[in-house]
């Protein structure tokens, strides 16, 4: 199983938005989004929200997700 790692982090300072923004703009759970940040490496995510703070970046899922181990 593969790791990633989710740039919610650096997408959010580059917008100057904060966790509780991304959370609002994207329909996530805000607790869900600060564990996404937390972790460095994550072996499951809710891809439906993963789509969700993308879609809330305007950016793809490839900007969002760095895969970290196959």
Same mark, same amino acid.
């Given at each position: ?24 703009? =994207?329909? !996530? ?7 996404? @940040?937390?972790?460095?490496? &994550?072996?499951? #995510?809710?891809? =439906?929200? !993963? ?7 305007? @950016?793809?899922?490839?900007? &969002?997700?760095? #895969?970290?181990?196959?």
């Amino acid at each position: 199983m593969g790791y990633v790692r989710l740039r919610i982090r650096e997408l959010a300072d580059q917008k100057g938005w904060t966790l509780k923004e991304i959370a609002e703009r =994207s329909g !996530v759970n805000y607790n869900t989004v600060k564990s996404y @940040v937390q972790r460095d490496a &994550l072996n499951t #995510v809710d891809l =439906s929200a !993963v789509f969700k703070i993308a879609s809330a970046f305007e @950016v793809t899922l490839e900007d &969002l997700v760095e #895969v970290l181990q196959d």
